[in-house]
């Protein structure tokens, strides 16, 4: 697949492909970074490199998409669609997730990752894209599902609780295609 780029506010563009085994270590790290200091995932412990690996191979082994957007070589975020709920009815509605490393938030990586989530989505014949986000105080996530498309579809109120406080779970959703425009294909 060709890489998608997108501006950054540095010089350097930001592109997006598809994610490789040598990608794990930074992905961990990233989402380790996310886990330990921020609110966006409700898990406490960050997970290892070899699980962060079953977690990328489920995802893949759907025929899902998981990305990484690179700057100068480097992994500086990434992001894919899992399945949203495993129900068989639920099987044509996927959740985003999109996680930034520290030193690259509010250059554009979010901005580059979720158009290239949506299309990839939408080209698979997925109908709803839906985000549950962490936290309702997380208004850089819930601005950049906006920008593209999301409306607001509820707020789960005081369902996490890290860091010593009560989290909310922020729902958007977002049609992928048609939506619900008329039955999916098979």
């Not at 990233?30 to 995802?59: K, N, Q, T, W």
């Not at 996680?99 to 949506?118: E, T």
């Not at 890290?162 to 425009?181: I, P, T």
């Amino acid at each position: 697949m060709e890489a998608m780029t997108a501006p950054a506010r540095s010089a350097v563009a930001i592109a997006v492909r598809d994610s490789t085994e040598s990608d794990l270590p930074a992905i961990a790290a990233i989402y380790a970074h996310a886990v330990l200091h921020g609110s966006a995932s409700f898990e406490i412990e960050p997970p290892g490199e070899a699980e962060m690996a079953r977690r990328r191979a489920d995802v893949l082994g759907h025929g899902l998409p998981h990305l990484v957007a690179t700057r100068d070589g480097a992994v500086v975020g990434y992001a894919y669609a899992g399945l949203y709920r495993p129900r068989p009815a639920y099987r044509h509605t996927v959740e985003d997730s999109i996680y930034v490393a520290p030193d690259a938030q509010r250059c554009g990586v979010g901005r580059a990752l979720l158009p290239a989530l949506i299309g990839r989505c939408a080209a698979a014949g997925r109908r709803q894209m839906i985000a549950v986000i962490g936290d309702s105080a997380n208004a850089g996530s819930i601005a950049l599902h906006r920008a593209f498309g999301f409306r607001d579809a509820g707020v789960l109120e005081a369902v996490g609780f890290k860091f010593g406080r009560w989290l909310d779970s922020v729902l958007m959703q977002r049609a992928l295609g048609d939506g619900a425009a008329g039955p999916p294909t098979p």
